[in-house]
């Protein structure tokens, strides 16, 4: 599969990968940050389902 046909998630994905690989962040950190995001996310999709602003 070419990344030009890929899903936006998958392309999303693998430019953060090498953002971080570039920037030699630890893998603990990154997935620490990772963990913080995806909260703030899942907050944020949910505020969009129920037509809230996300806080």
């Known amino acids: 599969m070419s990344l030009e046909t890929a899903s936006d998630e998958i392309k999303l994905a693998v430019d ?4 971080l690989e570039e920037n030699r962040i630890p893998a603990a950190t990154v997935l620490a940050a990772l963990a913080i995001v995806q909260r703030d996310y899942e ?5 969009e ?3 809230q602003h996300p806080s």
Request: overall charge positive.
């Open 43 to 47: 907050q944020k999709n949910a505020a």
């Open 16 to 19: 953060l990968i090498q953002l």
């Open 49 to 51: 389902k129920t037509g």
